[in-house]
């Protein structure tokens, strides 16, 4: 589905559209194409023992959606959410089955269009920066937009039944 | 044009079906002796509807078939011919071979020619001859080898396989020249000690041997048990082999697996569709289950088609099951939507993914639903009027407008889960065949009545309670209904009689089947279970108790085991079964009177009562079904235990405490979390618990929805809904619970 708006969606078939938002000082850019909605942050229901960085689910127009905080998903530090903290609904697609979910950003910065020739890979820094959810680096206006992979990124970890 | 007419077929298939099922139950009340003309009357415009139909969709071997049927009815009708129990024997089979011959086309298979070839010359044997040569004849057709039973071919006698096939080979021109063996073996087969490969080798000693695998139920591999057999074989042995020694080989699974053994038949080299259903053909006597009802045959399927689920449902308690109503409609649903459908065992297991769910709702339902559709744009267009020049005295109004429109979304919401709702005749009108066939074989006198067919439930639980009542009814008939003689020396009228009744009681229905047959002897249940180390020697049980344990696993009386009970699911999968689908089995006996087991399930699915309790900030919803009662606690009440958690008492019993703020890491509201709080005494799969909450918030119904379309399963959760505020709430499920803070204690311990 998002492969096929993707051609159509672009002129021509080495662009792409990203959505970008920042955490901290960093700016980041997930495809527009799985980009649902754009919510303000409002309380989420807690769901107990999962990582810190799932904060619970909400309801959003009947469906029951996960929260994952981004910064704690990349080990950013965590901030306390303002008034302009967003959540940015994605869709993901895991193995079989779309899923929704939101992850809570600083704040949406812009809809950047990226040759995707121009798009590097990202450095190795070794296995423990989260490398893995990073699909590229591009750089706008002189500044570099970390762009992530949302099917990896939302992927959600196992967690082992026994251990609280 | 094939197009044009291939939309319709799906109704044409219902309707015949739901002809065929009419054409069933008014046979079976022929059977009964009195003979009324409206009952031949509807059973030859079942027959008639299905051979236009047909005709019209050019199904002409139906057509032709049914053709014989009709005319032979028709005599019947006018009063030409008698109607003989023979008779109604040959039709009776017919309607089977008629079944299986739509099934086939169905599922766009070739019809099984030979098959319909004899019944098709049954039929014009009973149509030529008299009414008296026709019954010899029959007779000499169907089964050379009997003793004259009135049901000829529902009663072929198994303990002389070789010498029936002999002769029926004659006749069918079918050859058999080995056999087929389905073999699904249950979850915990390899437990037993049992080695499939063992029986394997074994079997292609006997002659030339394939086998195909079937993996489709192996589970993903960070959910595969190790321990657990999650694969089905179809084998082949090519050969002379008398049927007993493949049955030796398989003796020692028996219980632990679905066994299925058909002659393989040389003709049909395609695995028949003629498949189980067809009773009087002598070549299916002979093997080790003579009698297949479709009712009988569908549950073998489907349990071991839902064996897999089964595990994973029981820990997941309500969750699957709602998971079930959102993404499982094509695996559940279909199956008995068109509750005949139900009946084709195997066709269905390959068309399930292809047909479509589709239910038949009562007009006036609808119709209903409609009026309150109408009445809810009545009140909103009412509204709209206040809203757009709203002046503050109109508030009153405003308000009566607002109460309106909640009283008929409330109605619409009912009036839409009415739709839902299906009589429970769904699943009784199989039974009385059931009955009727069992019996027979069984050569017992048992009358089934059923009270409160139109009792309405939601059609999940229609669907998977099915299989739980055949295992049920069978139990009550092989087990609990005694030998006519029997009955008579005890003084009891030597018919028995079977009560299936359904009837609505608070949020629930309840099932009951009854029987007036011997009863439990409980001193022989607990002898059996000490025997088997179930429970300790010299437990002293109450009637309850013990009556209980026929719902352990790994308890059965071994010595009633016999090919009508003692090899489908046992009672622990039929109790686990009510269990998932949130419900209740007890069972009261009468030594020598009877036995009525009853069963309460909740009427949707959907929505469940529940209470909601607060935990620091959060709130969660406990299912009200697994709440016994709520306490007010104190310190002093808690006991501690060393390393083992806490405990207090209620009245004689010291119940296990499972802190909620502990278990689910929530930061308690006040940090006294000790001394104040509320004791939920729950019950999880037979555990008495209690959940120490903050406070009560009172008891509503919620709507489930699942947690995993979007996220994951959340062990100790079930599901979530949504409050009146807007929030989400958890559903607690109490047993996985129950599990998770047992397996959770000792690291506390430690921690502490």
């Known amino acids: ?164 | 044009m094939t197009i044009d007419m291939s939309q319709f077929h799906q109704v044409f298939f219902e309707e015949c079906f739901e002809g065929l099922e009419a054409m069933e139950s008014g046979l079976l009340n022929l059977d009964t002796g009195a003979i009324d003309a409206e009952v031949i009357n509807t059973i030859f415009r079942g027959a008639h509807s299905i051979k236009g139909g047909s005709g019209t969709f050019g199904f002409n071997e139906v057509a032709d078939f049914t053709h014989i049927m009709e005319t032979l009815l028709d005599e019947m009708r006018d009063g030409r011919r008698k109607v003989t129990q023979p008779a109604i024997t040959v039709l009776l089979s017919s309607v089977d071979c008629l079944r299986d011959m739509l099934t086939s086309i169905q599922a766009e298979e070739p019809i099984d020619a030979a098959t319909v070839k004899k019944y098709k010359t049954a039929l014009e044997i009973e149509l030529t001859g008299s009414a008296t040569a026709a019954e010899t004849e029959t007779e000499t057709e169907t089964e050379t080898a009997s003793n004259p039973p009135p049901v000829i071919a529902l009663t072929t006698d198994d303990s002389t396989p070789v010498a029936d096939e002999v002769e029926v080979e004659v006749e069918v021109e079918v050859i058999e020249q080995g056999w087929k063996i389905a073999f699904c073996p249950y979850l915990d087969l390899l437990k037993t000690g049992n080695d499939p490969v063992r029986m394997f080798r074994e079997l292609a000693e006997l002659g030339d041997y394939t086998a195909s695998v079937n993996t489709r139920d192996i589970p993903d591999f960070y959910e595969l048990d190790p321990e657990e057999c999650n694969i089905s074989w179809i084998l082949k042995v090519v050969g002379d082999i008398p049927l007993t020694e493949i049955q030796e080989i398989f003796n020692w699974v028996e219980g632990d697996c679905e066994l299925d053994i058909q002659p393989l038949a040389i003709e049909t080299a395609k695995p028949l569709p003629v498949r189980k259903k067809t009773e009087p053909e002598p070549a299916v006597a002979a093997t080790d289950q003579p009698i297949e009802t479709p009712a009988e045959v569908n549950p073998e399927d489907d349990e071991s088609e839902v064996q897999g689920a089964d595990d994973e449902q029981a820990n997941a308690a309500n969750v699957i099951l709602v998971d079930s109503d959102d993404e499982l409609p094509v695996d559940r649903r279909v199956a008995s939507n068109p509750v005949r459908m139900a009946n084709d065992g195997e066709i269905l297991t390959d068309r399930r993914a292809a047909a479509s769910s589709s239910i038949r709702v009562d007009t006036t339902k609808i119709d209903a639903l409609i009026n309150i559709v109408g009445e809810v744009v009545i009140t909103q267009s009412m509204l709209g009027l206040i809203g757009e020049n709203f002046a503050i005295e109109q508030l009153p109004q405003l308000q009566r407008g607002l109460s309106q429109l909640e009283r008929h979304i409330r109605d619409m919401q009912q009036s839409v889960m009415n739709i839902r709702m299906l009589p429970i005749s769904f699943v009784f009108s199989r039974f009385p065949r059931l009955v009727h066939d069992i019996s027979a074989k069984l050569g017992k006198k048992i009358e089934l009545k059923l009270v409160g067919e139109n009792t309405e439930v939601d059609k999940a639980i229609v669907e998977l309670i099915n299989d739980p009542l055949v295992h049920l009814i069978r139990n009550s008939l092989d087990h609990g209904i005694e030998m006519p003689a029997e009955r008579v020396a005890a003084g009891k009228p030597e018919t028995g009689t079977i009560e299936l009744k359904a009837y609505h009681r608070g949020g629930h229905i309840i099932i009951e089947i009854m029987d007036d047959g011997r009863g439990l002897n409980r001193h022989k249940l607990i002898a059996k279970a000490m025997e088997k180390g179930l429970i300790p020697e010299n437990s002293i049980l109450s009637d309850k108790q013990a009556f209980e344990l026929i719902f352990m696993p790994g308890f059965s009386m071994a010595e009633s085991i016999t090919d009508i009970s003692g090899r489908g699911v046992g009672m622990d999968v039929v109790r686990r079964n009510i269990q998932t689908l949130g419900g209740n089995i007890e069972i009261i006996s009468d030594l020598g009177k009877g036995t009525t087991i009853s069963i309460q399930l909740p009427l949707t699915l959907a929505i469940i009562d529940g209470q909601s309790v607060a935990v620091g900030n959060e709130t969660y919803i406990v299912p009200l079904v697994s709440i016994m009662e709520s306490i007010k606690i104190n310190e002093k009440m808690l006991n501690k235990i060393a390393g083992k958690g806490e405990t207090f008492r209620l009245r004689d019993q010291y119940i296990p405490i499972i802190r909620m703020h502990k278990i689910f890491n929530v930061r308690p509201k006040n940090q006294s979390e000790t001394s104040e709080g509320v004791i939920v005494v729950v019950e999880g799969q037979g555990i008495l618990c209690g959940l120490f909450v903050d406070e009560l918030l009172g008891p509503q119904q919620v709507v489930v929805k699942s947690l995993e379309t979007n996220y994951r399963r959340v062990e100790g959760v079930s599901g979530a809904t949504i409050l009146g505020d807007g929030s989400v709430a958890l559903i607690l499920d109490v047993p996985g619970l129950v599990r998770f803070a047992n397996r959770q204690l000792p690291v506390h311990s430690l921690n502490a």
């Open chain 1, 1 to 164: 589905m998002a492969q096929a708006f993707e051609s159509k969606g672009t002129e021509q078939d080495n662009t792409a559209q990203y959505l970008s938002f920042s955490l901290g000082s960093e700016e980041y850019g997930v495809d527009i194409l799985r980009v649902q909605e754009i919510r303000g942050w409002e309380p989420v229901s807690r769901i107990p023992n999962v990582p810190l960085y799932e904060k619970g689910v909400v309801n959003l127009r009947g469906a029951i959606v996960p929260i994952i905080d981004l910064r704690e998903k990349l080990h950013i530090p965590f901030t306390e959410y303002t008034p302009l903290t967003v959540v940015v609904v994605l869709q993901t697609n895991d193995d079989t089955k779309t899923r929704v979910m939101g992850v809570v950003v600083d704040s949406v910065s812009d809809v950047i269009t990226v040759d995707k020739t121009k798009i590097q890979d990202a450095p190795d820094f070794g296995t423990k920066t989260g490398n893995e959810f990073i699909s590229g680096l591009v750089s706008v206006n002189e500044c570099m937009v970390i762009l992530l992979d949302v099917d990896k990124l939302l992927k959600l970890e196992e967690l082992k039944m026994s251990e609280g």
